[in-house]
T-cell receptor, first 115, second 115 residues
């Protein structure tokens, strides 16, 4: 079965310091992986996606993620946090095991950014 | 371009009442879906549709009905509301049901409280 584990429910950083949000996945098939961001009272917005091309994926707003098959990880990073990055982040795995995509969402990591 | 539009934004129901959550997209997307978001549980798929006239159950379908008479609209019906259905509901669509890298586009959500 496919699953996603976000290792931290909350991450706190200071503005200008690096961000690391951790995600591990489990999949019997070659997965597609996504990171979505949710700002308060909003829907989820796609940050970036991995679909078996380059293992280092660049997304919007300076975020990037690296797919590491040996570690079954897809951690999200940003070199320098901005106050506007404060939001909840979801790691999502998509697999195609029945001819139709199946999405599995992580439980989310809330990023807090202090001045 | 409106994207995915959900109405209403907020709703309070009494136990046993029925209602319909509306979802419309103007992107000619093939795939539409409903998720519920509960604290600490990520997003869970309720129902989905891969095209007009085609719907199927997701992970947590009990207590909900859907239909897809047009490409644009995908309403979610609660036949007899229960307190366990208190949640935030998201409608999401994507261009293709079977395309690996087709990301989801989310509405802004409906916050439902059942008393």
């Amino acid at each position: 079965a496919q699953s996603v584990t976000q290792l931290d429910s909350h991450v706190s950083v200071s503005e200008g310091t690096p961000v690391l949000l951790r995600c591990n996945y489990s999949s019997s098939y070659s997965p597609s992986l996504f990171w979505y961001v949710q700002h308060p009272n909003k829907g989820l917005q796609l940050l970036l996606k991995y679909t078996s091309a380059a293992t280092l994926v660049k997304g919007i707003n300076g975020f990037e993620a690296e797919f590491k098959k040996s570690e079954t990880s897809f951690h999200l990073t940003k070199p320098s946090a901005h106050m506007s990055d404060a939001a909840e982040y979801f790691c999502v795995v998509r697999t195609m095991n029945t001819g139709f995509q199946k999405l599995v969402f992580g439980t989310g990591t809330r990023l807090l950014v202090s001045p | 371009n409106a994207g995915v539009t959900q109405t209403p934004k907020f709703q309070v129901l009494k136990t046993g009442q029925s209602m319909t959550l509306q979802c419309a997209q103007d992107m000619n997307h093939e795939y539409m879906s409903w998720y519920r978001q509960d604290p600490g549980m990520g997003l869970r798929l309720i129902h989905y549709s891969v095209g007009a006239g085609i719907t199927d159950q997701g992970e947590v379908p009990n207590g909900y009905n859907v239909s897809r008479s047009t490409t644009e609209d995908f309403p979610l019906r609660l036949l007899s509301a229960a307190p366990s259905q208190t949640s935030v509901y998201f409608c999401a669509s994507s261009y293709s049901a079977g395309q690996w890298d087709s990301p989801l586009h989310f509405g802004n959500g409906t916050r439902l409280t059942v008393t």
